[in-house]
């Protein structure tokens, strides 16, 4: 078992690469800042946002889905958004039948219009199941958001990529949720 020392050393390394990362954060900002625009311009054409990961980056598309439909601060009239990681039922459902690259695709499919927003969240951006949603989303006229890290193909072909600079997967997805926050920071209501 480790010890206390050995703990908080291990903490502290943790902690300095999450400072690193954070130590030049305006082309991360600037990123934030296309996804806040896409999401208002959506917003105003009565579009919504369709969202997924795996993993703790299912839990970030849940998350950001909560803020944007329920509310982060202050009361304020709900956002359209639906984490295609939420039905249990369905992605049982469609990996049963179709295979798991398919449990986001196949909802996009049957959800998406054109005008709506495909967020993917996925730290190595190699996900086969988010690239095979972005492929289904682009298809049916949605713009596709990359929620990732800095290597991957996921980022290269999306609308607007999101991209942690970090290479542990850790501190990419610390840094997709302080996103996350920034995103619904600004959609609050100002005053």
Known sequence: MKTLDNRIGLFSQHTRALQEACANLDAFYSQVDKVVLALEEAFNANGKILIAGNGGSAAEAQHLSDELVGRYRSD???YPAIALT?????LTCIGNDYGF???????IEGLGQPGDIFIGLTTSGTSPNILRAADT????GLKVIAFTGTSGPFRETADIAVESPSDKAS???ELHLHAIHLICETLEPQG
């Open 101 to 107: 690259e398919h449990i986001f695709s196949r909802q």
């Open 171 to 173: 501190v990419d997805q």
């Open 137 to 140: 989303a682009r298809d049916r």
């Open 76 to 78: 304020r009239p709900s």
């Open 86 to 90: 939420a039905d249990a039922m369905v």
